[in-house]
């Protein structure tokens, strides 16, 4: 993983996930790519000048984000050759997507609040869309993660084989902390998780893999997959839970992204996720779109 992706609107927790993020680089060796979107009406960037007079608050912001950008750079000159700050037109998600494919990065480092309640029913939170979407793996933080303190991740997952090569990048990164993987296999109480069991789990293949770290095995009973994972990751005092999902369109596997979305908007955990769902063809439009500003 040589380039990192952090989407900002400077918040709090989005600063939190920057501070994260130049920590990880650090370890990996990696640029630091920070990345702000600016709302603005469709076709802005085509449309003539006297059009664009009537939305000034969308050129105060554009100024607004550029001074931003100027200043993490300055707050952080001991870093500076290694982070890149781009600036774009659009929706995050989309704005994402193509940077993502653009530069190529390998890791998507997120702050987010989370989301309860009747806002995650009907809007969600924007980490739980960029998961959900998004062809690299994304690290999701409610707060700042130090890489000294990644003794212990916990990969929970279905342990079919299309899990594998995520599990493989997994092992990858838990290697550069010298982590202790804790593989998780829950069993759910429900009915209805009991009739999706359809995957045969291989935890002996997943373990094998892991020969490079300490590695526990653990089967955990609970209501549902996603209490399971968050009792298991409390009661072992993790420092990360890891999982791989399959989409939406999986209805039948064990691990959707309804369980992985549940866990980024409550999990007060870091998250670390992995979408096998995207295709190489995933998201391909015209680069000339809303490109992102250096």
């Known amino acids: ?45 085509n449309m003539p000048e006297e059009k664009r007079s009537g939305f000034p608050e969308v050129t105060t912001m554009a100024y607004e984000v550029q001074a931003e950008l100027r200043q993490l750079l300055t707050t952080h000159k001991n870093h500076e050759e290694g982070i890149i700050t781009s600036f774009a037109y659009g929706s995050l998600t989309d704005v994402m997507l193509r940077y993502v ?43 700042r993660l130090h890489p000294d303190h990644l003794q212990h991740i916990v990969f929970a997952s279905d342990f079919g084989p299309a899990s594998m090569p995520s599990f493989r990048e997994l092992i990858e990164f838990a290697t550069l902390f010298d982590s202790h993987m804790h593989l998780l296999h829950v069993k759910a109480i429900e009915h209805e998780y009991q009739q999706e069991a359809e995957v045969q789990p291989d935890i002996a293949a997943f373990q094998r893999m892991c020969w490079r770290l300490p590695c526990t095995v653990h089967e955990f009973g609970d209501i549902n997959v996603e209490l ?67």
């Not at 989407?7 to 920070?34: C, G, W």
């Not at 009907?122 to 980490?127: E, Y």
């Not at 959900?132 to 690290?139: F, H, I, Q």
């Not at 409550?266 to 500003?293: C, D, G, I």
Request: glycine share 6%; proline share 5%.
């Open 1 to 45: 993983m040589k380039k990192i992706l952090v989407p900002t609107d400077f918040s709090p927790v989005a600063i939190e996930a920057f501070e994260t993020a130049l920590a990880l680089a650090a370890r990996m060796q990696a640029e630091v790519h920070v990345l702000s979107c600016i709302a603005a009406p469709a076709g802005w960037e």
């Open 101 to 143: 494919d653009r530069e190529g990065i390998d890791l998507v480092v997120m702050g987010s609040k989370g989301a309860f309640g009747l806002r995650e029913h009907l809007v969600g939170s924007n980490a739980q869309h960029v998961v959900n979407r998004m062809p690299c793996p994304v690290l999701v933080l409610k707060k």
């Open 228 to 294: 399971g994972i968050t009792h298991f990751a409390t009661d072992t005092l993790a420092d990360l839970v890891a999982v791989v999902h399959h989409g939406l369109t999986h209805k039948k596997k064990a691990f959707t992204s309804t369980i992985t979305e549940s866990l980024v908007n409550h999990l007060e955990l870091p998250v670390l996720t992995f979408n096998t769902l995207v295709e190489n063809s995933w998201y391909r439009v015209s680069l000339q779109e809303a490109e992102p500003k250096a």
